[in-house]
């Protein structure tokens, strides 16, 4: 039902910046809470970070305080993911997601949408 697609993924050096944003196709897309997750290889999808659905509130995990802002722009479908200071440990596919009706919980499986994903290297 919601079509989710990721860009602005790529190879940066550490301590360098990237945005990366999530076009969603659905004109409903305001009424869902969002998230984005990250993969590493041989490591399970974890969270990173979560806005609801006015863009009122945000989370995220401890790692990325400081340095990873979440925003979304409901006239335009869009949520984006502003990653400052970026660290080698960072690197990972990053996944847009979107989560329905009442919110259950910031973990994976509580999402019911997922974009493609988007590879983000970080260099030492």
């Known amino acids: 039902q919601v079509q989710l697609v990721e860009s602005g993924g790529g190879l940066v050096q550490a301590g360098g910046s990237l945005r990366l944003s999530c076009a969603g196709s659905?004109?409903?897309?305001?009424?869902?809470?969002m998230g984005w997750f990250r993969q590493a290889p041989g490591k399970e999808r974890e969270f990173v970070a979560a806005i609801d659905w006015r863009g009122g509130s945000t989370a995220y995990r401890d790692s990325v305080k400081g340095r990873f802002t979440i925003s979304r722009d409901n006239a335009k479908n869009t949520v984006t993911l502003q990653m400052n200071s970026l660290k080698p440990e960072d690197t990972a596919v990053y996944y847009c997601?979107?989560?329905?009706?009442?919110?259950?919980?910031?973990?994976?499986?509580?999402?019911?949408?997922w974009g493609q994903g988007t590879q983000v290297t970080v260099s030492s």
């Open positions: 997601a979107a989560q329905g009706g009442l919110f259950r919980g910031l973990i994976s499986g509580n999402y019911d949408y």
């Open positions: 659905q004109r409903t897309f305001s009424i869902y809470a």
